[in-house]
C-alpha cells in the first residue's frame, strides 16, 4: 500500500487537501497534486525527466480526478490521457473520477473510457470506501 | 374591345344570317302558294262555266248554284290580297310586278259586280239572255285575269331567288370571315397575355405591363387573380410570422426552463460542497485533537471558516438574485460620487482606499435618475471584482474608472479598470451564473455578473464587456425612457 503512485488533478485546494489526509490514512505516502488538467497532462508527459527526477514515484498507478476545472477539465484530460497512454508507459494507470457532480451523464460519460475505474463523489468517500477502491485496483494490475 | 362583345357580335351577325335565310325561304314559298290558289282559281272558272252551261241548258230560274261558284271563286284573289305584306308591295314595286295585285282587285270588284248582276236577274230586273250573256262575259274575264297573274307572281319568286341566294352566300362567307379573325383575335389576347405573365418579370413592371397591354376581361381577371394571391401570400406570411413566433417563445420558455434547471443544480451544488468538506475538515479536527496534533487541528477550523465565509457569500449572492427579480424600486436622483465613496469604504481594503483606487468622472446635464438599489448593486459587483481580481504583475498602479455620460436618450455608465481581465475564449461565459474565472485568486460565489446583468435587464438597459488596452471595460447602457414613461 505504502508504494503506490497516486495523482490528484484538482482545481481545488480543499478537496487535495481532504483527499490527500483520506489517503495517507490508509497509507499511501506517494501523493502528487496538480490544480489542473493541463499541469496535469503536462507532468505526465514530460516522461523520462519525471522518471529520473521522482524515482519509485512516478509514473502514477491511480490518477482521481475532478472534472469541473477551469482551463482543461476531467472530461478534456481523459480525451488526451487516452492519446498519450499507448505512447508512453501508463498501460497499468487507471482513473478514479473524483467529482462533486452527481449528474448520471457525467457518470456515464466518464465510465466509457476503458481506463476509468471508479466515479467517486466527493462528501461521499468514506476511507473504507477509498480502501476498497485502491485494493481493487491493485489486485486488477 | 371586351370578349363578350366580340362574341355578342358574332351571335347577332348569325342570327341575321339565319333570319335573313327564313325571310327568303317564307317569301318563296309564298310564290308557290301564290301558283297554288291560282290554279284553284282556274278548277272554279271551269267549274265556273260548267255551271253556266248548265243554267243555260234548263229552265230552272235558281242561281245559287251560280252564286257559290263566284263565292268560292272570288275566295282566292281575297288570300292572296291578305298574304300580301308591306315587303312584298315594296318588292314588287321595284320589280314592277305589283300589278298582280291589282289583278286580284280587278278578280274580287268583277266577282262582286257578277253577284250584284245575278241579284238584279233575280229581282227581274235584267232577262235571262242578258245574264247569260253577262255570266259567259265575265268567266272570260276571270280566265283572263287568271292568265295574266301567273307571270308577275313568277317574276317575283325569279327574282327573290337570283337576290337571295347570292346575298346569303355573301353574307355566310362574310359571316365565316369575321368569326375567324374574331377568334383568332380573343385567343391571340390570351396567348398574349399567357406569354406576359411567363416571361418572369420582376411584379412591378409586370403588373404596369398587364395594364398596358391586356384589357377587358382577361385585365379583370388578371387583376382579381392578382388581388386573390396577394391576399393568400399575406395570410401565409402572417401565418408563418406567428409560427416563427411560437417557435421563439417556446425556444426563449425552453431556454428560461434550461436556466432555471441548470440555476437549481449549479446552487444546490454550490450550497453542498462547502458543506460537505467542512463535515471531514470537522471529523480531522476530532482525529487531530484526540492524538494531540493541535496545529492541524487549527488549521482545519481555519478552513472551515473559509468554506463558511463561501456559504455566506453564496448565500448573500442567491438572496440578492432573487431580490433583483422581485424588487421594485423608486426612481430616485442619484449622486454618483456619494453612492461610490459608501461603497470605497464598504468593500475595499485600507491600501486601496488610500491609492485613490477609484476614481469617478460624470459629464451629464441633467440629474442621473434611477432605480437606486439597483445601480448601487451593479457599481458593488464591478468595483469589488475589480478590486479582487488586480492585476499586481502590471507596472501602473491598479486603478477603476468610473464614467457617466449621456448619449443621445441614454445614460452611459462605464467601468474600466486594468486588472487580470477576463480569457479572452471565456468572454461569452462571463454573465453566466456560477462562473469563476480565476478561482485561484478568489473563491467568489460565481453570482457578481449574472446579477449585474439581471439589474441592467430590469432597468431595460444592456451591458456589454470588452477587454481594453488597459484591461477590461463594461459598458452599461441605460434607457431614459423608462423612466420618463413610468414618471
Avoid at chain 2, 284 to 299: C, V, Y
Wanted: net charge negative; aromatic share 8%.
Amino acid at each position: 500500500m505504502k508504494n503506490i503512485n497516486v495523482l490528484i488533478v484538482d482545481d481545488s485546494e480543499l478537496d487535495r487537501y481532504i483527499l490527500r489526509r483520506q489517503l495517507t490514512a490508509l497509507g499511501v505516502q506517494n501523493i502528487e497534486e496538480k490544480d489542473d488538467g493541463s499541469s496535469a497532462l503536462a507532468y505526465l508527459k514530460d516522461y523520462d525527466s519525471n522518471y529520473q527526477l521522482f524515482p519509485g514515484k512516478f509514473p502514477p498507478i491511480i490518477i482521481f480526478l475532478d472534472i469541473n476545472m477551469p482551463k482543461v477539465n476531467g472530461f478534456d484530460f481523459l480525451d488526451e490521457f487516452a492519446k498519450i497512454r499507448k505512447q508512453f508507459d501508463f498501460g497499468s494507470c487507471v482513473v478514479a473520477m473524483y467529482s462533486s457532480s452527481e449528474r448520471s451523464e457525467d457518470k456515464e460519460r466518464a465510465l466509457k473510457y476503458e481506463f476509468v475505474s471508479r466515479y467517486l463523489v466527493k462528501g461521499e468517500i468514506t476511507e473504507l470506501c477509498l480502501d476498497e477502491t485502491i485494493q481493487a485496483i491493485i489486485k486488477s494490475n | 374591345m371586351k370578349i363578350s362583345s366580340k362574341l355578342m357580335l358574332i351571335v347577332m351577325l348569325t342570327v341575321f344570317e339565319i333570319s335573313i335565310t327564313l325571310l327568303a325561304v317564307v317569301e318563296i314559298s309564298k310564290g308557290a302558294k301564290f301558283h297554288q290558289l291560282n290554279s284553284l282559281h282556274f278548277k272554279y272558272i271551269v267549274q265556273y262555266s260548267d255551271v253556266i252551261a248548265e243554267f243555260e241548258a234548263s229552265a230552272s230560274k235558281d242561281v245559287s248554284a251560280l252564286q257559290n261558284v263566284i263565292i268560292n271563286m272570288r275566295q282566292q284573289p281575297i288570300e292572296c290580297v291578305e298574304t300580301v305584306n308591306w315587303l312584298n308591295v315594296f318588292v314588287m314595286k321595284q320589280i314592277n310586278t305589283f300589278h298582280a295585285v291589282d289583278i286580284c282587285r280587278k278578280d274580287i270588284d268583277d266577282a262582286n259586280n257578277i253577284l250584284l248582276t245575278l241579284a238584279s236577274y233575280e229581282a227581274g230586273e235584267i232577262s235571262r239572255e242578258i245574264l247569260i250573256a253577262q255570266l259567259r262575259q265575265s268567266a272570260r274575264v276571270f280566265n283572263q285575269n287568271s292568265a295574266l297573274f301567273e307571270k308577275p307572281i313568277t317574276d317575283t319568286v325569279a327574282f327573290i331567288m337570283r337576290v337571295a341566294i347570292p346575298f346569303l352566300v355573301a353574307i355566310s362567307l362574310f359571316n365565316i370571315l369575321f368569326i375567324s379573325y374574331m377568334s383568332k383575335n380573343i385567343s391571340g389576347s390570351i396567348r398574349n397575355t399567357i406569354r406576359l405573365l411567363k416571361n418572369g418579370k420582376r411584379e412591378k413592371s409586370l403588373i404596369d405591363d398587364i395594364d398596358s397591354n391586356v384589357s377587358g376581361e382577361l385585365k379583370t381577371l388578371l387583376n382579381v387573380a392578382q388581388e386573390r394571391l396577394a391576399h393568400e401570400i399575406l395570410v401565409s406570411e402572417i401565418n408563418q410570422k406567428l409560427e416563427t413566433l411560437v417557435e421563439q417563445r417556446t425556444q426563449s420558455l425552453t431556454r428560461a426552463n434550461e436556466e432555471l434547471a441548470q440555476f437549481a443544480y449549479r446552487a444546490s451544488h454550490d450550497l453542498k460542497s462547502p458543506l460537505t468538506s467542512s463535515k471531514l475538515l470537522t471529523q480531522f479536527i476530532i482525529e487531530d485533537i484526540e492524538s494531540g496534533n493541535l496545529k492541524s487541528a487549527a488549521n482545519d477550523a481555519n478552513k472551515i471558516y473559509g468554506q463558511m465565509e463561501k456559504l455566506e457569500k453564496l448565500v448573500v449572492g442567491i438572496l440578492s438574485l432573487t431580490e433583483a427579480d422581485v424588487t421594485d424600486e423608486k426612481v430616485e436622483s442619484i449622486h454618483l460620487e456619494t453612492i461610490i465613496d459608501e461603497i470605497r469604504l464598504r468593500l475595499l481594503e485600507p491600501q486601496s482606499i488610500a491609492s485613490g483606487f477609484i476614481r469617478c468622472t460624470t459629464d451629464i446635464k441633467s440629474e442621473f435618475k434611477s432605480e437606486k438599489v439597483r445601480i448601487v448593486q451593479i457599481l458593488e459587483n464591478l468595483l469589488s471584482n475589480s478590486d479582487k481580481y488586480k492585476d499586481n504583475a502590471k507596472k501602473e498602479t491598479p486603478f477603476v474608472n468610473v464614467t457617466l455620460t449621456e448619449v443621445q436618450d441614454s445614460y452611459q455608465l462605464v467601468v474600466e479598470d486594468n486588472g487580470l481581465g477576463i480569457p479572452a475564449n471565456r468572454h461569452d461565459e462571463v454573465f453566466h451564473m456560477f462562473k469563476r474565472f480565476h478561482p485561484a485568486i478568489s473563491s467568489g460565489s460565481g453570482l457578481g455578473l449574472a446579477i449585474v446583468k439581471k439589474h441592467v435587464s430590469f432597468l431595460k438597459g444592456q451591458i456589454d464587456m470588452k477587454s481594453s488596452a488597459l484591461g477590461t471595460v463594461f459598458t452599461i447602457t441605460l434607457p431614459k425612457e423608462k423612466f420618463n414613461e413610468e414618471h
